[in-house]
Structure formats: C-alpha cells, structure tokens
C-alpha cells in the first residue's frame, strides 16, 4: 500500500495526456489479441474501402481488411518492437558505461571514443547501413535499431557511473575490502539503471517512429503483419479517395510518440531538484537559528 501511495502521488504530477496516451498504447499492445473484433489479415475484396459502421467501426481498407483491427495489433508490433530494441541498446549501453565509469583510464578513453563515433552517426542511417548489409526483416531491423540506439546510454551510464563512483560511500566500502564485483553489481550497477531508465522513456518514442520509418521505407516489418507505418505506405496510393486510412494510422503513431517524449520530460524534470523559494529559506534561517539559541 505504500508503495501504490508513493507511485500515485508521483504520477499525479505527470501530465495527464502524456499517461493516457503511453497507458493506452501499452494497454492495446499486450491485449492487442483479445481486443481485435475481426481478424486483422481477413481480405475480402467485397468489402474493399467501406465506411465506419457497426461491423467495421473504423471502416476496412483496400483489400477489405479492418481497419480497427489492424491498428490495434499494429499496437502489439511496436511495442514488441520497441521493448526488444531499448532491452537490447539498454544492455550494450549501460554495460559499456558503467565498465568505463568504473575502471576509468585507458579503458575509459578507448571505450568513450568508441562511442563517440557512434553518436557523431544519425542513427537512422546506420540502421539503414545494417539493414542494407544484413537485408530485410523483423530481426535484422532489431539489430539496426539497437546498434543505433546503444551509444546515447553508454554515455549516459558512463556519466551517472563517473558521479556515483565519486560518492564518498564508494570510497568507504573501498577502505572496508568491498570486492569489485560487489561494488559494482551492489552500488554502481542499480544505481546507473535507474537514471538509464529516466531517458529510455523519452527514448520509446523516438525508436517507435524508428519502427515506422522503416517499415514505411520497405526495411521493416513486411506484410502482412500490421504496423502503422506499413498501414501508410499502403494507403498512400488512396489517399485522395479513402484519406481515413492514412490519417488513422498516422494519428495514432503521432499520439504515441508525443506521449513518449512528454512523459519521458516529466519524469526527466521531477528529478531535477527546483530551487528553494525565499518563504522556505526563511523559515529555514529561523529555525537553524533556533536550534543554535538552543
């Protein structure tokens, strides 16, 4: 019950939008199987470009496909997507940050240059880069994206690695015989994760539209999985005929990637401390004050 009291009044200061936009994406991409009223890859060329109504609510699509159907599974595919590509950047990342936030030396210098070329490269090109090595496809597509996203957490563990290992408790369990093993598994490793995971929320969002482009471009996910970028190379040809079946898709993409990135600025501020306004310092002279009388 704690725990739920302390989450609640953290969460209340979040904003609203941006937790009902990431709480609905992430409710439709686990139960995405059981929330499907019609099967998503069902053609029926009889139906083909159909209006809402109480069979298909948001209409079907060129091949007589529902519509709704299809963008709540292709809720399940990014989120599947994105979970395997942050675990993976978030694993390659951290590891290599904290390993060099903790030898420090030459093992810092040569690992940090290593990364230092991985940011100085967009990472859409050098998952395009992969893709073009390696070819097409569900998993090749993960590879890419988590190549590609592992330097920015590198950094940032090794950052948050640097801090916490200045820490004068590191330094006490060093003259108490701590092992390394322990004060890295113990008190480094924690410790980084946990500002890691602040920035990989904002991240979700940027490696969802990722997940997008990608497919959009053909070097995705192919069909007939549903996915919202392939929803919209798909119906780019009807667009002046059926636009429903492009805006539906791109909004629900936009909703998600805005939630993301505001949700993940919350967090991001709520952790930086604000400064102390002159009615709280006041207060806090006067009762030092009354302490020292004392």
Not at 160 to 171: D, G, K, L, S
Not at 181 to 191: D, K, Q, S, T, V
């Amino acid at each position: 019950m704690k725990f739920l009291r302390e989450f609640l009044s953290y969460t209340s200061s979040l904003p609203r939008l941006a937790i009902w936009a990431v709480g609905t994406f992430l409710f439709l991409g686990i139960f995405a199987p059981w929330l499907t009223p019609h099967d998503p890859n069902a053609q029926n060329l009889l139906q083909a470009h159909l209006g809402p109504s109480f069979a298909h609510w948001l209409g079907t699509d060129h091949v007589g496909r529902d519509t709704l159907s299809r963008l709540i599974l292709s809720a399940r595919t990014s989120v599947v997507g994105m979970t395997l590509v942050l675990v993976l950047a978030l694993s390659v990342g951290v590891t290599i940050g904290t390993v060099a936030g903790y030898r420090r030396g030459w093992v810092e210098e040569g690992l940090m240059r290593i990364v230092d070329v991985g940011l100085a490269m967009p990472s859409l090109i050098v998952a395009l880069a992969v893709i073009g090595i390696f070819g097409t496809g569900y998993w090749n597509m993960i590879l890419a994206l988590a190549l590609a996203w592992w330097p920015g957490s590198a950094r940032i563990s090794r950052a948050v690695a640097v801090n916490v290992m200045n820490r004068p408790h590191i330094e006490s369990l060093r003259v108490l015989g701590a092992s390394p093993a322990r004060i890295y598994f113990h008190h480094l490793l924690p410790a980084t994760l946990g500002a890691v995971l602040v920035y990989a929320t904002a991240d979700a969002g940027a490696v969802a539209l990722a997940i997008a482009t990608l497919s959009f471009l053909g070097l995705g996910i192919q069909p007939p999985t549903p996915e919202w970028g392939q929803m919209l190379v798909d119906a780019l040809p009807y667009l002046e005929s059926s636009p429903r079946q492009v805006i539906l898709p791109g909004l629900a993409l936009t909703l998600a990637v805005i939630g993301f990135n505001l949700l993940g600025e919350s967090i991001a501020l709520n952790r930086v401390p604000t400064p102390l306004s002159r009615k709280i310092l006041r207060q806090r002279r006067i009762t030092a004050a009354a302490w020292k009388k004392a």
